[in-house]
């Protein structure tokens, strides 16, 4: 059994069928997941995408710096929000950001965020790292290596890696388990190439799953994982 994991969540999958925004009945079912696992003693760390708010350049008359921006300030609107429904399920919480976000959260540090986690607290990683032209793929593995995760838990609206989009392609053949080096070698969209490269240099470990899945993550967890496994060894 894994002691701790960093859950990365897809902003559009939280949105559900509304495709932006929230969905209370889907965010409150990972909720209660999430209790259940931390129940259990499992550590847990948490990365949101931003995509039910904001996708990138949504005009040409934005700069890519300042559309970065306001992905990084979308994911501290979804950390607030999917914390929060964490603790009504019963969990406490804390928020960190690597830049200063007045009373909302809590500066990014290491040793704080571990501590936080030893003493049962689920942990929000929210604002990116920080800086522009990097996504919520590298801030998911760059603070997995940090904190010392076991595994990183993708939690997506696919099922799994494929080897072509099954959205576009209904042929496309999904991998059981495929080893970080073959997802970078034919660029397979697991996760973007900085955050694989990461993922192989640090020997960090990924599962992909459909977070649409009934009790998908407390699935994964428990070794019934019905998605793909990413190996690093």
Not at 68 to 75: V, W
Not at 211 to 231: P, R
Request: aromatic residues 6%; glycine residues 8%; charged residues 25%.
């Amino acid at each position: 059994m894994m002691k701790r994991v960093l859950l990365k969540l897809s902003g559009e999958a939280l949105a559900g069928d509304k495709k932006t925004g929230f969905d209370e009945a889907t965010v409150t079912e990972v909720a209660k997941q999430v209790k259940t696992i931390t129940d259990k003693g499992i550590q847990v760390g948490v990365v949101i995408g931003g995509g039910n708010f904001w996708r990138g350049r949504t005009s040409e008359n934005i700069d890519r710096t300042k559309a970065d921006q306001i992905g990084m300030l979308a994911t501290v609107m979804n950390c607030l929000y999917v914390s929060e429904i964490f603790r009504t399920a019963g969990m406490s919480t804390e928020i960190f950001t690597p830049f200063t976000c007045g009373a909302f959260t809590d500066l990014f540090s290491k040793d704080k965020a571990v501590r936080n986690l030893e003493e049962g607290k689920v942990v929000f990683f929210a604002g990116g790292i920080g800086h522009p032209y990097f996504s919520t793929d590298t801030t998911t593995v760059l603070r997995a290596v940090e904190i010392e995760a076991d595994a990183i838990l993708l939690a997506k609206a696919v099922d799994g890696v494929y080897d072509s989009d099954p959205k576009i392609n209904p042929e496309a053949v999904r991998f059981d388990e495929i080893h970080i080096q073959d997802v970078i070698d034919n660029k397979l969209a697991v996760v973007d190439l900085t955050a694989s490269i990461m993922c192989m240099e640090n020997k960090m470990p990924m599962l992909v799953f459909s977070l649409n899945e009934t009790d998908s993550i407390i699935n994964t967890i428990e070794g019934k994982l019905n998605g793909t496994k990413v190996t690093v060894s």
